[in-house]
């Protein structure tokens, strides 16, 4: 699903640096219709979907046909600096580093070879879980073991 994602990508940036290409065509890509309906998903739109993905579905496409419909004034429109501000902060507050300290997260490290940031993550998570602190100390011996 990735690799399609991508692919439609490349060619939307194709259209987008070519386009005087793109006048010539007499048809509007399927995709810019109904995205999902080129990837082969069906989706009835009389029919109420029951389950979480369809209704999902059904809303991601009733959302993309909306924004197709907007007047070129409408997308291109300037927004309000207090606006921007609050999004850029938001995004600000998001980008910091925070450390995933679960134990699938040791077993990650483990994976990847980096012992060092497993055993960290279990002393960290021994420190979170008294409980646990010798089941995790236990966990650090067969790390440093092997």
Known sequence: MAEAIERVLEKEEEQIKEPAANADLLFEPYHTVDYFASQGIKLSQEEVPKDKFGKQL????????????????????EIDTSAESKVQHLAEDSVHSSDVVTEAM?????????????????NKLGLLNPSKKAYFAGLIENLKRS
Do not use: C, D, H, M
């Open 106 to 122: 040791a077993e990650v490290w483990i994976k990847q070879g980096n012992r060092e940031k497993a055993i960290e993550t279990y």
């Open 58 to 77: 059904k809303s991601f496409t009733e959302w993309l046909k909306t924004l197709k419909r907007l007047p070129a004034t409408e997308v291109t429109k």
